[in-house]
């Protein structure tokens, strides 16, 4: 499966590096397209990236998104190393 996280992490005081840690953990499979934008290639289920995710961040100030985008249809700006990543990974 092919997903996109998206944060806003707002909490200025709280170090992120385990969360960024904790998405290199979830498969060899990850591109950061930009600040807080990922898509990552993992045979886990939404449910179980959110878990995974969760202490790492601030529930009470941070937001995240998680989204199955296999197969979809998608378009954008993005840069072109970002999409040679999605459809290269998208079966």
């Not at 499966?1 to 707002?10: E, F, G, Q």
């Not at 197969?71 to 072109?80: D, E, I, V």
Request: with cysteine; glycine share 4%.
């Amino acid at each position: 499966m092919l997903y996109v996280i998206a944060c806003s992490l707002n909490n200025k005081t709280r170090n992120y590096q385990p969360l960024y840690e904790r998405l290199k953990g979830l498969s060899a499979n990850i591109h950061e397209a930009a600040p807080n934008l990922w898509f990552i290639q993992t045979d886990q289920g939404v449910p179980q990236i959110t878990y995974a995710l969760s202490d790492c961040i601030d529930r009470a100030m941070d937001k995240i998104f998680i989204s199955d985008i296999t197969g979809k249809t998608m378009n954008g700006w993005l840069y072109t190393s970002s999409w040679s990543w999605i459809n290269a990974h998208n079966c």
